[in-house]
């Protein structure tokens, strides 16, 4: 698939560039070799390639889901004007 001078023109005021006439001609011929190389990509065989989000057979290490802080709620909440249940309350801001 090859592109003209009309497609370059409207792909160019998309991505708001401003190109001479120099510049359109030369975008025609690399953007159609782009389009025709993904199209060239298309036709290729998939069916028996199964899909994968990364390349490599690897899995995140995680570290072990453990408490390994004290709760110093309490202590944190020393300072503050007015606590219920563990919570801050502040003055209502909204109507």
């Not at 991505?15 to 120099?22: C, G, M, Q, W």
């Not at 290729?44 to 995140?60: E, R, W």
Request: aromatic share 4%; glycine share 2%.
């Amino acid at each position: 698939m090859s592109l003209d001078k009309d497609q370059v023109q409207q792909i160019a005021t998309l991505a708001r560039l401003k190109l001479s006439e120099d510049e359109y001609a030369e975008s025609v011929k690399k953007l159609s070799r782009i389009v025709d190389f993904v199209d060239q990509l298309s036709q290729a065989d998939t069916s028996g390639v199964i899909p994968m989000a990364h390349p490599l057979d690897v899995a995140q290490r995680l570290r072990p889901d453990v408490v390994t802080e004290p709760n110093d709620r309490d202590h944190y909440q020393e300072n503050a004007a007015s606590v219920t249940d563990g919570l801050y309350l502040v003055p209502k801001v909204i109507e």
